[in-house]
């Protein structure tokens, strides 16, 4: 994975901007530790970050292709799966090459086939291309958003990139955010909208979208969406076709030039994809898989099973460590140091996030990247297959809302009146959950608790998955640790999608499908052990770290957290028994402790990034 920046300027000289370019591609570093490489005419500049997987010595970008008196220029972020067969349809046309990668493939593509390119694409990417000859920029992102892309204009000018802080590089864009921002930060945060990229006038390229950018404007594009029809498969078939695909993706997204490894957390997904990995490994004789869990100092003193987190994880790990013979490593993180780097890690996301869920993830990103550049993990899965609690709780099933946040105006009780005046933060809300609802793709004559569960999963998918998907980015490409997430392969995601709820539920179980598309591939121990989601802390040592840590910013009179949240009423939260009523207000883990770590998150990234309210 890489980096990438860019700036269009159809008024200004932008041969006299290097600096600038040079400032935007900087704040990538940490995603391309390997290279740095810019490409500069008077009216495209166009900048990259390397990290190395595929083809070390070559593959420098910017990389520019002459056909006949046109120049094409691609900065690219991202991995395809196909290369081999879209090279082989190139090279059947004519095309040579002077590389082994897969940015040059994807380049020759887009010459080949213009924007239609992206629908051949198997893999996770977001790029840009200059057609010089055309005076156009050609953006695309992969079908599900495991990589970013971020754009604003600005008067005659389009400027883009993999992270929010290249874009504020750019002294174009101010660190500004509106009534809007607060919205998507306090009442859907750490989720965001769709397209939504907080910084006033900033967006997100949607996932499945594409845009041309020339003299005459823009034009976005979908180039996928889901589908909705009858699935003509009994269950017999859609197990083997589960089985086979997730089989061909696990053994797509091994091919590397560097170290792969798996994550591990002993749970049905992440050992699954260890167990096709260590037996490719061995089918092929690539040596012993090696494997990364992370657990906390003293979880196993203060761990308490809970309707969300039934079992500890540690035994599992070791259980299918042992039965595969990988090469494990146990990363143990200390909880002052889990707080002590929550900053570090919403500078990382460029916005507040998942607290202590973050900081986790970055600290593992850290070690795991001191033996390892590429890994696999079990991301996306539940929402793929159905493995939350809003799948089977009739509560959250029925909710009116986001079911993983069902009670949003419990967040009022945070802001202060002027927060609220500003806008309508419970409508704000609704309004973003109907036109969720809007988009989902029906299927005619489906009853309605199908329907429902149809929605559950789109909006899981849409809504919920790409937090987790900004999660994995962002935390692990802050050292340059590339992660693969096989479950999000769109193959896979199509397929499901039209799988009835009755078959994903097979027997009343949670991920059924998946399950028996993988017996055989697991010990059944394991195959059949209850969900766990992803391990948090729960030494009191942090709740009592972040608390304390939260007081003293809202204590503190220079803190920009003032005008916008309660301090009283935080400070009467603060004083309750949280550890008996840790009610998660965000997904499953996201309680008491999560919240102070959240305001923490966001007086750091306001007085980092220099915020102001407008």
């Not at 591990?264 to 990364?292: E, M, P, V």
């Not at 559950?456 to 992660?483: C, H, N, Q």
Request: charged share 25%; net charge negative; glycine share 6%.
């Amino acid at each position: 994975m890489c980096g990438i920046a860019g700036w269009i300027d159809w008024d200004d000289n932008l041969e006299q901007q290097r600096k600038v370019l040079d400032a935007m591609v900087e704040t990538l570093a940490a995603r391309g530790p390997d290279a740095s490489g810019t490409y500069v005419k008077q009216n495209v500049a166009l900048g990259h970050r390397r990290l190395s997987v595929v083809d070390l010595i070559n593959g420098a970008q910017p990389m520019i292709r002459q056909r006949g008196d046109n120049t094409y220029v691609i900065t690219y972020n991202g991995e395809l799966y196909n290369t081999p067969e879209l090279r082989q349809d190139l090279e059947a046309k004519g095309y040579r090459f002077t590389t082994t990668c897969d940015t040059e493939v994807l380049l020759v593509s887009y010459i080949e086939y213009g924007p239609a390119c992206v629908e051949n694409f198997n893999g996770i990417f977001a790029f840009g291309i200059w057609d010089e000859a055309n005076q156009s920029l050609f953006l695309a992102r992969d079908r599900i958003g495991v990589k970013p892309l971020f754009y604003a204009e600005r008067g005659g000018s389009l400027i883009f990139g993999s992270e929010l802080k290249a874009l504020l590089a750019n002294p174009l864009v101010k660190p500004e955010i509106d009534a809007e921002g607060l919205a998507e930060i306090f009442m859907l945060g750490p989720a965001r909208t769709p397209g939504h990229g907080v910084i006033r006038g900033v967006h997100e390229l949607k996932p499945g979208y594409s845009m041309l950018y020339n003299r005459n404007g823009k034009r976005i594009v979908q180039y996928w969406a889901l589908h909705s029809e009858e699935h003509e498969h009994d269950f017999e078939e859609t197990v083997q076709n589960v089985r086979e695909l997730l089989c061909d993706t696990a053994k797509r997204q091994l091919v590397a030039d560097v170290p792969v490894c798996t994550f591990l957390s002993g749970g049905l997904d992440s050992s699954a994809l260890t167990a096709l990995a260590a037996n490719t490994y061995k089918k092929d004789g690539l040596g012993t898989l090696h494997t990364y869990s992370v657990d906390y100092q003293d979880n196993d003193k203060f761990f308490k099973a809970s309707s969300f987190q039934p079992n500890s994880d540690a035994p599992w790990v070791k259980r299918v460590s042992e039965h595969f013979e990988t090469s494990h490593h146990y990363i143990m993180l200390d909880n002052s140091e889990l707080a002590q780097k929550l900053t570090e890690a919403a500078f990382a996301r460029d916005l507040p996030g998942m607290a202590d869920i973050d900081t986790s993830l970055y600290l593992f990103s850290r070690e795991i990247k001191k033996g390892a550049t590429v890994a696999l993990s079990g991301e996306c899965a539940d929402e793929v297959f159905g493995g939350y609690p809003w799948f089977y709780r009739e509560e959250m099933i029925n909710a009116t809302t986001f079911p993983w946040a069902p009670r949003p105006d419990m967040r009022l009780d945070w802001l202060t009146p002027e927060v609220k005046a500003k806008i309508n933060l419970s409508e704000y809300v609704k309004q973003r959950y109907s036109e969720a609802l809007a988009e989902v793709p029906r299927l005619a004559g489906e009853d309605a608790y199908a329907a429902r569960m149809r929605e559950i999963f789109y909006l899981s998918i849409t809504r919920w998955m790409p937090t987790l998907l900004d999660r994995k980015d962002r935390m692990s490409m802050a050292f340059g640790l590339e992660v693969r997430v096989p479950y999000c392969d769109h193959r896979i995601v199509e397929y499901v999608w039209n799988v009835p709820w009755v078959m994903k539920n097979y027997q009343n179980r949670e991920k059924g499908l998946l399950r028996h598309a993988l017996t055989g591939i697991l010990p059944d121990d394991v195959l059949w052990r209850k969900k766990s989601p992803y391990p948090k802390t729960h030494n009191p040592e942090y709740l009592n770290t972040v608390r304390g840590w939260a007081l003293d910013i809202l204590n503190d009179s220079s803190s920009p957290l003032l005008p916008l949240i309660d301090c009283a009423n935080i400070k009467a939260i603060a004083q309750t028994d949280l550890s008996a009523s840790n009610i998660p207000w965000f997904g499953q883990l996201m309680g008491g402790a999560q919240l102070f770590a959240y305001l923490v998150q966001t007086d750091a990234w306001m007085r980092k990034y220099n915020v102001t309210i407008v």
